[in-house]
């Protein structure tokens, strides 16, 4: 089992940065992919960025990529999300979560999940 502790969220104005860490605890962090997810009031959750147990495959969704870069320290049990160049649409509640790497990061299933850390944008 995984337990997962984000932080770094914040108030940022639009074209600012933040950085987004999820600490994990157990000494299998290295077999599970993991992912940023997020979900803004009213909007369904949507995985933002995803890393493969290796850190060897990385996965960006759309409206983010070349903005945000996901990276992970297996010796560390960390994750972590360079957010650069925010928008307000990136206002959202941020979660971290865990899947097992037995799966192809394509078809991941996530089964543990942080509380989240906000992350809001003004214009």
């Known amino acids: 089992q995984v337990q997962l502790v984000e932080s770094g969220g914040g108030l940022v104005q639009a074209g600012g940065s933040l950085r987004l860490s999820c600490a994990a605890s157990?000494?299998?962090?290295?077999?599970?992919?993991m992912g940023w997810f997020r979900q803004a009031p009213g909007k369904e959750r949507e995985r933002v960025a995803a890393?493969?147990?290796?850190?060897?495959?990385?996965y960006y969704t759309n409206s983010v990529k070349g903005r945000f870069t996901i990276s992970r320290d297996n010796a560390k049990n960390t994750v972590s999300l360079q957010m650069n160049s925010l928008k307000p649409e990136d206002t959202a509640l941020y979660y971290c979560?865990?899947?097992?790497?037995?799966?192809?990061?394509?078809?991941?299933?996530?089964?543990?999940w942080g509380q989240g850390t906000q992350v809001t944008v003004s214009s």
């Open positions: 890393i493969s147990w290796s850190g060897g495959s990385t």
């Open positions: 157990g000494r299998t962090f290295s077999t599970y992919h």
């Open positions: 979560a865990a899947a097992s790497g037995s799966y192809s990061l394509a078809v991941a299933r996530y089964d543990y």
